[in-house]
């Protein structure tokens, strides 16, 4: 009589344990990789790829006041300069968005605790002329993968 309730037992405890578990949800976002050209100018502190939504006008990010932190969502990991690639991986809710690789002329740690300088953010980047923005639409629970970039500043 015991001998059933052992295995039943021991059958319940490894279908339990083998269950996938249920807190680990998938995430939504966009992944790539960028390619730059293996020499980079003195002026580039690190490089990122940046997330704004889609209102963002990108024939206005060199004019004075143009409010480009209003559209701005998020950034990758930060890029040394020197780096021939990198790969990324940004989570985002499901939405339309604009990404763009940019180079900073100060240190990313620097121009994020500074909120003057995060305000007039376009001072301090530069927007390779090879690379344009990508608009992106992130579906629910699903990464966006995009093609390789090549940057040269």
């Not at 490894?14 to 960028?34: K, Q, R, W, Y």
């Not at 409010?67 to 998020?74: K, L, Y």
């Not at 021939?84 to 990313?108: C, D, H, K, R």
Request: net charge negative.
């Amino acid at each position: 009589m015991r001998f059933p309730f052992i295995i039943i037992s021991l059958t319940l405890i490894i279908m339990t344990a083998c269950e996938s578990p249920d807190s680990l949800e998938a995430v939504a976002g966009v992944e790539g990789t960028v390619n730059f050209d293996p020499v980079w100018p003195d002026s580039i502190a690190a490089a990122a790829v940046l997330v704004f939504d889609v209102d963002l006008e990108l024939d206005s990010l060199d004019e004075a006041g143009y409010p480009v932190i209003d559209h701005f969502i998020t950034y990758s990991d930060p890029i040394n300069p020197g780096v021939t690639s990198a790969n990324y991986f940004i989570q985002l809710e499901p939405g339309g968005y604009l990404i763009l690789v940019i180079g900073l002329l100060v240190e990313p740690a620097q121009l994020l605790a500074n909120e003057e300088m995060l305000n007039e953010i376009q001072n301090y980047i530069v927007v390779p002329e090879n690379t344009l923005p990508r608009g992106i639409l992130i579906r629910e629970k699903l990464i966006n993968e995009q093609t390789d970039w090549y940057v040269q500043f």
